[in-house]
């Protein structure tokens, strides 16, 4: 039996892209759920004149990891098999989405991870650097210049430290290109709302024993001036930042628990009443009113 895919796409402030996005995107899924993420430009009129998708609307900017609790939770809800995410600033392309439907098929994973680093080995050096010492160790050891050197520093290093601590054996730790089964989706319990979101993601998904398979993506950064916004700009500040959420998610024994935000709308229901735990998001067919990893 064929497979049922959902694609979800967070968005905040994307008016550039949407449209693109979501006409290429079509070519390849049916099923798509767009979590828009408090937008203050045109996203949410461009969406209310689309007919053919499914959102879930923030009242107000609530974060990466938000939206994707979010595509969890819509995912399960609605009973698909697999949910593929991706992002909506064209660092992401569309034309992909056949692979990582092809990689299900194999059946050896539970989550299909994208990795822009397939080439990358873990070394231990990165594991000791202080967090704001960039320089040098940028200029020596990164190999793909398209990337900003501070954010492929830090994926560096933390996907380093993961494998370490985890035994993950994997090469980009922050690629937000994924496919992941959506029955395994009930071991993630996901609470942190911003960009930290993976360290979390990644703890549970060791906890849980769920098996991992990397799929070679482009390596694409279109505007590597975008901000993270406030002190998380500073680089050795979000790589603390990194690290103290990872820490208090492994201290935490704390069992997954269901998604609640994202539940199915049907067809054209207009903005539905959200319940007392999801204050602040409601989902509907097109016509409501984004986050993105930016590592």
């Known amino acids: 039996m064929t497979p049922d895919f959902l694609l ?8 550039q892209y949407v449209p693109r996005v979501l ?18 430009d045109g996203t949410a009129g461009l969406l209310r004149g689309v007919d053919d998708i499914r959102v879930i609307t ?17 995912a399960r809800r609605a009973g698909h098999d697999w ?44 594991l000791g650097k202080s967090a704001g010492d960039f320089g040098p160790y940028v200029r020596a050891a990164q190999p793909d210049q398209s990337a900003p050197p501070d954010r492929w520093l830090i994926n560096a290093r933390i996907t380093a430290i993961l494998n370490a601590r985890l035994g993950l054996g994997i090469t980009d730790a922050f690629c937000g ?5 959506v029955a395994a989706l009930r071991h993630f319990q996901i609470t942190v709302p911003g960009y930290a979101m993976p360290m979390q993601l990644w703890v549970q998904a060791a906890r849980a024993g769920l098996r991992v398979r990397e799929l070679p993506v482009r390596l694409i950064y279109n505007d590597p001036t975008r901000h993270f916004g406030g002190i998380l700009d500073d680089p050795a500040v979000r790589f603390a ?34 319940a007392p735990e999801t204050a602040g ?4 067919t097109a016509g409501a009113v984004g986050s993105r990893s930016r590592a």
Not at 25 to 34: C, D, E, K, P
């Open 281 to 284: 998001c409601s989902t509907r």
């Open 23 to 40: 006409d290429r995107a079509r070519q390849y899924i049916s099923r798509i759920l767009v979590i828009d993420d408090g937008s203050t």
């Open 8 to 15: 979800a796409i967070p968005v905040f402030n994307e008016e």
């Open 241 to 274: 930042h990194y690290l103290e959420v990872l820490n208090n998610e492994l201290a935490s024994s704390a069992p997954a628990a269901d998604q609640s935000c994202g539940s199915p709308p049907g067809p054209r229901s207009g903005m539905s009443r959200a």
């Open 177 to 181: 290109f994924k496919a992941y089964r």
């Open 58 to 74: 923030h009242a107000e900017n609530r974060g990466y990891g938000k939206t994707l609790a979010d595509a969890f939770g819509y």
């Open 83 to 126: 949910l593929i995410t991706m992002d909506c600033d064209e660092q992401h392309e569309p034309s992909y989405i056949p692979k990582f439907m092809a990689a299900t098929a194999k059946s050896d994973a539970d989550i299909i991870s994208g990795t822009r680093y397939p080439d990358r080995h873990d070394s231990q050096p990165w």
